[in-house]
C-alpha cells in the first residue's frame, strides 16, 4: 500500500466540488414565468425571454446585436451564412479545439484548413495564419480556448490584409473580454455555446453576436426558417431551418447571466491563489498570462504536465492518481482534430474536398501539427471552472493533491492506472 490513493493510500479529498450548473430561485421563477405565458416557444420568433437575454448577452459583450441559437454549433454554422461563406471556400481553424468548432465549416460544404496552436496559450497560432492561406480562402475561425485569447490583434490584422473574415468561437469565453473589448464582437461575428459544460448554460443553447446588422439579419433567416428578420432593412433572404432556442432554455440563461459576473470574480480569484501555490512546481507549467486579457473567462483550468521532468510517469498515469485523490481533471480532452476518433471524415459527404482535385483531401492524413499534439498527448491538463467556483480551500486542495501526486510519483511506475481509474470511477474517456 502506497501514500496514493490509486496504490491504497487515503484521498487527499472526499468532499465533492462546487456542483455544476448552480440551480437556483431565479431559474426557478423564469421557468415558472414562461410555463404560465404559455408562450413556450416558436412562434412569435423571438419569444420575450429570447429576445431579452440576446440583446443582454450581446451588450454584456460590447456587441450590437444578439440571437439565441439552439446550440453552439449552429452559432458557428449561422455566423458562417451571413458572412457569406460558399461551398468550396476555404476557412482556417485551429487544429486543437472541440470538434464542434469544424463541423459547421464541413455543413456548409467548406474546407477547414488546420493551423497549429501557440503552446503559450493553446489557441490558433496567429503567425501561422499566414502560410495557410490560398485563393480560396475566406474565413479565419479561431477558438479563445480554455482560458485563454487567441491573438485578436494578429488574426485581425492578417484578416484585413487578406481580406478574409473572422467568426469568433467563444464557446469556452462567455464575460471574457480582450483589451476591454467582449469575446466575439471583434471579428465580423461571435458564436456562443450555452451546453451543459459551459459557464452559462441552458443544458443546450447557443447565441450569435455581431455589430452589423445585415449579418444579424441574416442568421435570423437562417434560424427561423428562412423568415424575414424583425428589422429587414437589408431585404435578405436565405434558405432557413428551425434552429430556434425555446423559452424554456431562454429563461434559464437570463436567470445565469446575471449571475456571470459574480461567478467569474470567484473563479479569478481562486485561480490566482492556485497559481501563487504553484509556482515553482517542477513538472508543472501554468499558461502565461497575457496582460492583453482585461478580464479572464475560463472555461476550465488549464496547465501543463512535464513528463520528462516526472521520471517519465506519463500524463495519464497522472491523471488518473489525481482522480482518486478527489480532483477531477482530464489529460485528453480534445484531439487534434483532424486526428480525432470523432471526426471520421469522408469526402463523399463533403463535396468540396473532392472538388477541382484528382483525389479527394484526406483531412486526416494530410496534416501534422506538433503543438496541438503535444497538447493533446502529453501535456495538457484540463480542470472543470467550477472546481474554481468554491473557496480558497478547494483550490488549495487541488495545488495539495497535485504536490502529493508529484512527490509520490514513483508509485506510478508500471500501475494500470487506466484499469484502475475506471473500475473506481466507472469512466471511460479518451485517455489511454
Ligand atoms: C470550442 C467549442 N466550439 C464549439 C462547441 C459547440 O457547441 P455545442 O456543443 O453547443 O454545439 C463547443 C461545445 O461543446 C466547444 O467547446
Known amino acids: 500500500m502506497g501514500k496514493l490513493a490509486i496504490t491504497g493510500g487515503k484521498p487527499l479529498r472526499k468532499t465533492p466540488f462546487t456542483r455544476w450548473p448552480i ?45 439565441c441559437v439552439n446550440t453552439g454549433t449552429v452559432a458557428i454554422q449561422a455566423a458562417l451564412k451571413a458572412i457569406g461563406i460558399k461551398p468550396g471556400d ?16 464541413l455543413l456548409v460544404n467548406a474546407v477547414p484548413v488546420f493551423v497549429d496552436v501557440d503552446p503559450d496559450t493553446y489557441c490558433l497560432d496567429a503567425r501561422l495564419i499566414e ?29 484585413s490584409k487578406h481580406k478574409l473574415k473572422v467568426v469568433e ?11 476591454g473589448k467582449g469575446a466575439g464582437s471583434m471579428g465580423d461575428m461571435g458564436a456562443f455555446s450555452f451546453q451543459s459544460s459551459k459557464l452559462i448554460t441552458s443544458g443546450e443553447g447557443g447565441a450569435v453576436i455581431t455589430n452589423n446588422l445585415e449579418y444579424m439579419e441574416l442568421v435570423e433567416s437562417y434560424i427561423n426558417a428562412g423568415r424575414a428578420s424583425l428589422t429587414d432593412k437589408y431585404k435578405k433572404r436565405i434558405i432557413g431551418f428551425n434552429y430556434r432556442l425555446g423559452e424554456f432554455q431562454a429563461a434559464v440563461l437570463g436567470a445565469q447571466l446575471a449571475r456571470m459576473p459574480k461567478q467569474s470574480a470567484i473563479r479569478e480569484k ?6 501563487a501555490r504553484m509556482t515553482k512546481t517542477p513538472g508543472i507549467g501554468l499558461l502565461k498570462p497575457d496582460p492583453r486579457i482585461t478580464r479572464l473567462a475560463p472555461y476550465g483550468y488549464v496547465m501543463k504536465y512535464f513528463a520528462e521532468k516526472v521520471s517519465d510517469i506519463p500524463r495519464a498515469a497522472f491523471v488518473a492518481a489525481m482522480q482518486l485523490e478527489g480532483v477531477h481533471c482530464d489529460g485528453l480532452f480534445y484531439e487534434p482534430v483532424y486526428k480525432s476518433s470523432l471526426f471520421p471524415v469522408d469526402a463523399t459527404d463533403f463535396p468540396a474536398l473532392s472538388w477541382g482535385r484528382e483525389k479527394a483531401l484526406d483531412l486526416r492524413s494530410m496534416y501534422s501539427c506538433p503543438e496541438s499534439e503535444k497538447a493533446a498527448y502529453q ?20 495545488a495539495d493533491a497535485i504536490h502529493k501526486v508529484l512527490e509520490n510519483v514513483e508509485e506510478l511506475r508500471g500501475l494500470d492506472h487506466k484499469a484502475i481509474r475506471n473500475q473506481r470511477l466507472g469512466r471511460a474517456d479518451r485517455e489511454s
Open 270 to 275: 481562486n485561480m490566482r491563489q492556485f497559481e
Open 23 to 67: 440551480p437556483t430561485k431565479s431559474e426557478s421563477a423564469a421557468l415558472k414565468d414562461v410555463l404560465e405565458s404559455t408562450l413556450w416557444g416558436g412562434q412569435p420568433f423571438p419569444g420575450k425571454h429570447a429576445a431579452a437575454f440576446a440583446a443582454k448577452f450581446a451588450r454584456v459583450h460590447t456587441a450590437k446585436y444578439g440571437q
Open 169 to 179: 468561437d467563444c464557446a469556452h469565453a462567455h464575460g471574457g473580454m480582450w483589451k
Open 90 to 105: 476555404e476557412v482556417v481553424v485551429p487544429a486543437y479545439t472541440w470538434e464542434g468548432t469544424v463541423g459547421p465549416v
Open 131 to 159: 502560410k495557410a492561406i490560398t485563393p480560396k480562402t475566406k474565413a479565419i475561425l479561431p477558438v479563445h480556448l480554455g482560458m485563454r485569447f487567441a491573438d485578436m490583434d494578429e488574426i485581425l490584422r492578417v484578416a
Open 379 to 398: 501535456e495538457a491538463v484540463w480542470f472543470p471552472h467550477q472546481h474554481f467556483l468554491g473557496t480558497t480551500k478547494d483550490v488549495y486542495d487541488i
